[in-house]
């Protein structure tokens, strides 16, 4: 079992809905998460970062951790075409500077 | 600012031939990371510098592969002879290592290696 899964994708959603992207972990020690966007043949551009538990919000992007379950999710509202990117979690506990990255979920936006 | 400038942004060579990667980290950062990406693996850590110095190499897949970072602003990623199954998309990022808090990574655009 791998450290952190995230579902590959393609996720395909018209223009305007709400997307929702999720990573599971194992390893309870995890503190940090991020998500990074990243669009074909770009490098990954930190779009979350968050500590423990909670919400995040930031326009129209909210990152959300659930410990208790070691699950991650970063929802997308009102979604455009130019969110058409791939989009990989990334998680790290204290002390250490490993990140470990899911693979990565491809996400199409429809015009 | 400017963010981690990488260079070249492709490069396309042929096996046994070397390849040097270049890579200027966001200026005030102190640490360096050298990943790989590909389709199989995800992104995999090659290397990490801490203050130039590395720390962890253990992901170098093989001794032909090194990596130096010569001043804060500076860092290669040398392959030498290089293989056909070196052909990926090698990342550089930095962030700023501060004592009790993992700040985040900040990525560049890559160079997308091709060995023929």
């Known amino acids: 079992q791998k450290e952190v899964e995230q579902d590959p994708g393609p996720l395909s959603v018209p223009e305007g809905a709400i997307v929702s992207l999720n990573c599971t972990y194992s390893?309870?020690?995890?503190?940090?998460f991020m998500w990074y966007r990243q669009y074909s043949r770009k490098g990954p551009e930190l779009l979350m970062y968050?500590?423990?538990?909670g919400n995040k919000e930031d326009g129209r992007f909210t990152a959300q951790v659930d410990k208790s379950s070691k699950y991650i999710s970063l929802f997308i509202r009102d979604s455009q075409p130019s969110d058409s990117a791939t989009y990989l979690c990334?998680?790290?506990?204290?002390?250490?500077?490993?990140?470990?990255f899911g693979t990565g979920t491809r996400l199409k936006v429809l015009a | 600012d400017a963010g981690v400038i990488q260079s070249p942004r492709h490069e396309v060579t042929e096996m046994g031939q070397e390849v040097t990667l270049r890579c200027k980290p966001i200026?005030?950062?102190?640490?360096l990371f050298w990943y790989r990406q590909t389709m199989m693996r995800g992104l995999e850590l090659l290397i990490y510098?801490?203050?130039?110095?590395?720390?962890?190499d253990s992901g170098m897949p093989e001794d032909r592969f090194s990596a130096k970072m010569p001043n804060a602003s500076f860092s290669t990623l040398k392959i030498q002879p290089s293989e056909p199954r070196d052909s990926a998309v090698y990342f550089c990022?930095?962030?700023?290592?501060?004592?009790?808090?993992?700040?985040?990574?900040?990525f560049g655009d890559g160079t997308r290696l091709s060995i023929l």
């Open positions: 990022a930095s962030s700023l290592f501060v004592p009790g808090s993992n700040q985040p990574q900040h």
């Open positions: 390893n309870s020690a995890f503190q940090y």
């Open positions: 968050t500590y423990s538990s």
């Open positions: 990334a998680m790290s506990a204290p002390g250490t500077y490993k990140y470990i």
């Open positions: 200026s005030g950062h102190n640490s």
């Open positions: 510098f801490n203050n130039n110095v590395p720390i962890d």
